[in-house]
C-alpha cells in the first residue's frame, strides 16, 4: 500500500520518536560496528539489501560521547554493508547532507511503516478509494495530487504514536499533552485538504473531496 508518509516525514515533527525505543518488533536492524564518513555508512556483518530498508526510512547513530549522535534520513541502500545518508533535508530531491564521521557507533534502523499503513488505509477509507474502499472506483493511483495526504498520514501517524505511548495519568502527562496536540494538527490539515480524482491523468476531475467538509480522522 502507498502509506502516503514516510518515517522521514515524521522525523520532522519528532526526531525524539526514533532515539528512544520503537515498538517491539519494529526494529529492522541494529549493531554496534557502524562507520560513517560524510553521506557514507557502513556496517560489516549486516546485510541492508536482504532487509526492508529503503529510502524514506531514518537511522539512528550514536559514538557514546555525544560526537555524533542524531538521526539521520537514508537515502539510498548501496550495497549489502553500505547506505547513503543525511542530514534531514528539505527537499527529497537535494544532494545528501553529510552528517560528520566516526567509527564503532552504534545504529539502529526502526521504523513506523505498520502505523504509516494504518493511517493510509483510514484515509483511503474516508476518502472511498481503494484499498480501504475495495468496491470503489476509483484507487490511490487516480488522486491527482498525493501530497496533501503525506502531512494528514504523518500527523496521523505521530497521534497514535503517542496516544500508544500514554498509560499511566501520573507519569505520561507529556504523551497526552503530545496526542492532543497532534489532533489539533490533524484537525487544522484537514480543513486545508483537498483531494481530486483524475482517471487518466486528463485534469478532468471525476471527484472532490474538500477536507472542510469530511472527518478525515478515525475516532
Do not use: W
Not at 554493508?81 to 527529497?92: I, K, M
Not at 502505523?115 to 474516508?126: D, P, S, W
Amino acid at each position: 500500500m502507498n502509506t502516503f508518509s514516510t518515517d522521514a516525514d515524521l522525523l520532522r515533527y519528532e526526531p525524539s520518536v526514533f532515539r528512544a525505543d520503537p515498538f517491539i518488533g519494529q526494529v529492522l536492524c541494529k549493531g554496534n560496528n557502524g562507520q560513517a564518513s560524510g553521506t557514507a555508512f557502513q556496517a560489516s556483518g549486516v546485510d541492508f539489501l536482504s532487509r526492508p530498508i529503503r529510502p524514506g526510512h531514518v537511522m539512528y547513530l550514536s559514538d557514546g560521547v555525544g560526537n555524533l549522535d542524531g538521526v539521520y534520513e537514508i537515502v539510498s541502500v548501496d550495497a549489502p554493508t553500505q547506505l547513503t545518508v543525511s542530514v534531514l533535508r528539505s527537499d527529497a530531491e537535494a544532494a545528501p547532507i553529510p552528517i560528520g564521521a566516526g567509527t564503532g557507533l552504534f545504529y539502529r534502523i526502526g521504523t513506523f511503516d505498520a502505523q504509516a499503513a494504518e493511517a493510509a488505509e483510514a484515509l483511503t477509507q474516508i476518502l472511498a478509494v481503494r484499498p480501504g474502499r475495495p468496491d470503489s472506483p476509483y484507487g490511490i493511483e487516480d488522486i491527482a495530487d498525493t501530497r496533501p495526504l503525506r502531512t494528514l498520514a504523518a500527523l496521523m501517524v505521530l497521534h497514535m504514536l503517542f496516544g500508544s505511548a500514554y498509560q499511566n495519568p501520573e507519569t505520561d502527562g507529556a504523551f497526552l499533552i503530545k496526542r492532543d496536540h497532534y489532533e489539533k494538527l490533524i484537525e487544522r490539515a484537514r480543513q486545508r485538504c483537498v483531494i481530486r480524482i483524475d482517471v487518466g491523468g486528463d485534469r478532468f476531475y471525476e471527484k472532490t473531496l474538500a477536507g472542510a467538509h469530511a472527518k478525515l480522522m478515525r475516532q
